[in-house]
């Protein structure tokens, strides 16, 4: 799905089925849709026409923000069968507004692996991410990258791949979102983030699949560059009660709530 955001593009939602000798679903969705209704049920829609929910053996939560755990409640209903293959502070993020059953998690920190039969699934912190517990993955067989929020984007419209987004829209909303969900950033040491990108180019993976970005295929120095950028971008500063009212009005067409009242 993509989530509309006034004044700033839409922002791609994703999550992903590995379909093989154990199913995997990776992350669960956003609780809410763009119009501020509840998803639960379309996203169960939409996995259902990929695949049998009952079918699940393993749920991978790349971290406990709400985009990524909408709908996981529902799916442990309906997957009875599946593991939640997760870190422990996701498992303690999550305790304090969607608790996980403990005897479904399957605790699993980045550079550990899990055999899934005919694949084996490589946990990654990706070289960008808002929250401490994010835990990517590489799956040796498919060779694709799941980036859970690193390589996102803010964009102009929607698109079936990062390809065919054009080169200057695709670098200015990956750069705003890397400013935007990863403000670190701006502080970090360059030479150790250095080391955390080339740790993905080393990885060299055909697929690169982003929780915030069309699938990306081929594309992984143009993504790695741009984001190599970002610490020495502007950093980025929300919008303030006037700018609000602003964007308000242009949303509802109702020039009076351009208004700021004290």
């Known amino acids: 799905m993509y989530f509309p955001i006034p004044g700033f593009g839409s922002l791609p939602i994703n999550a992903f089925v590995i379909k093989g000798e154990q199913p995997v679903l990776i992350d669960t969705g956003s609780p809410l849709d763009g119009d501020g209704a509840d998803s639960t049920e ?3 829609d ?18 406990a923000d709400m985009d990524h755990v909408g709908s996981v409640q529902q799916i442990l209903k309906e997957a009875p069968d599946a593991k939640v293959v997760t870190t422990f502070l996701t498992v303690g993020r999550m305790s304090v507004f969607s ?18 039969g005919d694949r084996t699934l490589t946990s990654v912190q990706p070289p960008s991410f808002d929250a401490a517990d994010t835990a990517g993955l590489y799956d040796s067989k498919s060779k694709a990258f799941f980036s859970s929020d690193c390589f996102g984007a803010l964009l102009p419209g929607q698109a079936e791949a990062a390809g065919d987004i ?20 701006h502080k970090v040491d360059s ?3 250095a080391a955390s990108l ?4 080393q990885m060299d993976p055909e697929l690169i699949l982003s929780s915030h970005l069309p699938a990306a295929r081929g594309m992984n120095e143009r993504l790695l560059g741009t984001l190599a950028t970002a610490p020495n ?20 067409g109702d020039e009076s709530r351009a208004e700021v009242t004290v």
Not at 99 to 116: A, E, F, H, K, T
Not at 233 to 248: F, I, N, S
């Open 99 to 116: 608790p996980l059953p403990m005897d479904r998690v399957y605790l699993l920190n980045p550079g550990q692996s899990l055999d899934i």
């Open 46 to 63: 939409s996995l259902r026409s990929v695949i049998d929910p009952a079918d699940l053996k393993w749920i991978w939560i790349t971290h």
């Open 166 to 185: 054009a080169q200057a829209d695709l670098e200015a909303g990956q750069l705003l979102w890397a400013t935007i969900d990863s403000p670190w950033l």
């Open 233 to 252: 971008a502007t950093p980025w500063v929300g919008p303030d009660q006037e700018a609000l009212m602003q964007m308000m009005a242009q949303i509802t």
């Open 198 to 201: 080339n740790a993905i180019r």
């Open 42 to 44: 379309h996203f169960m």
């Open 191 to 193: 030479t150790t983030f």
